[in-house]
C-alpha cells in the first residue's frame, strides 16, 4: 500500500495545545469529509523530547523546543492505486482547496509543510 507523509509546524505564536486541538478537532474532521473514504489507516505523531542522537540536546535558542522544526508527523496509508488517483482528483478540487487552505491558515505555518510518499521497509532488525 502507498504511504504519503506530511510534516506539520504549528502557526507562529500558537501554542502546542490550541496546534494539537485544532489539527484533531477541526482540521482533520473536515478532510475526512472529502478524502477519509480513501484510506486504509491514518497515523498522527506529536514529536517530543527528541534529541540528536549522537549530540544530545538540541540547542535551546533553536526556536525548536521539541528538538525539530515539526510539530507533528501524519502518515496516510492509501487503500490502492484507484484510491491514489482519486485523491489527487480531489486535491485539484477548486472547493476542496479553498477550504482546507483556509483551514490550514488558521493553526499551521504552510510555507514550512512538506509532504510526499513514502516507502515503508520490514525486515532485518532488533526483534529479527
Keep these: 500500500m502507498k504511504k504519503m507523509?506530511?510534516?506539520l509546524k504549528k502557526k507562529e505564536g500558537m501554542s502546542f495545545e490550541d496546534f494539537r486541538n485544532h489539527y484533531e478537532n477541526v482540521h482533520v474532521p473536515l478532510c475526512a469529509k472529502w478524502i477519509g473514504h480513501l484510506f486504509h489507516d491514518f497515523r498522527r505523531y506529536y514529536p517530543k523530547n527528541l534529541n540528536n542522537l549522537y549530540h544530545g540536546r538540541p540547542d535551546a535558542d533553536s526556536g525548536t523546543a521539541a528538538g525539530t522544526p515539526y510539530d507533528a508527523i501524519s502518515v496516510y496509508t492509501i487503500k490502492d492505486e484507484t484510491s491514489f488517483e482519486e485523491l489527487m482528483r480531489i486535491g485539484q478540487?477548486?472547493?476542496?482547496l479553498r477550504l482546507i487552505t483556509e483551514d490550514e491558515e488558521r493553526f499551521c505555518d504552510r510555507a514550512a509543510t512538506l509532504e510526499g510518499s513514502a516507502e515503508e521497509?520490514?525486515?532485518p532488525g532488533i526483534n529479527g
Excluded: A, H
Aim: hydrophobic share 60%; charged share 10%; no cysteine.
Design 121 to 123: 521497509f520490514f525486515g
Design 5 to 7: 507523509i506530511v510534516l
Design 93 to 96: 478540487n477548486p472547493e476542496f
